[in-house]
């Protein structure tokens, strides 16, 4: 059984947040206090990765550019790592 990737599904849920509250630069930025320890984490990882920025008065925006670069990264890993696992099969199957 395949386990449920957490860390994507709670920052599209974070960045969700922010692009329905319409909060996508400085000028419409809002506070943001996540109910969820899983919503904590990935605003925190968003922070880290410059993908959520602050105006420096405690209201947050998604720099959507950012945004679109990491999801586009993580898609670029996800499929190296399909890549690399097939290549895995096909030289077993061929011992």
């Known amino acids: 059984m395949a386990a449920v990737p957490v860390h994507p599904i709670a920052e599209r849920q974070v960045a969700r947040h922010f692009?329905?509250?319409g909060a996508t630069s400085?000028?419409?930025a809002i506070p943001y206090a996540p109910a969820r320890p899983s919503r904590l984490r990935a605003f925190e990882r968003l922070k880290?990765?410059?993908v959520l920025r602050t105006d420096g008065k405690g209201r947050w925006w998604l720099d959507e550019e950012r945004w679109s670069c990491r999801r586009s990264d993580r898609r670029t890993k996800a499929m190296f790592a399909l890549?690399?696992?097939g290549v895995a099969a096909a030289v077993a199957a061929l011992r």
């Open 19 to 21: 692009l329905d509250a």
């Open 26 to 28: 400085m000028a419409d």
């Open 48 to 50: 880290g990765a410059d």
């Open 83 to 85: 890549l690399a696992v």
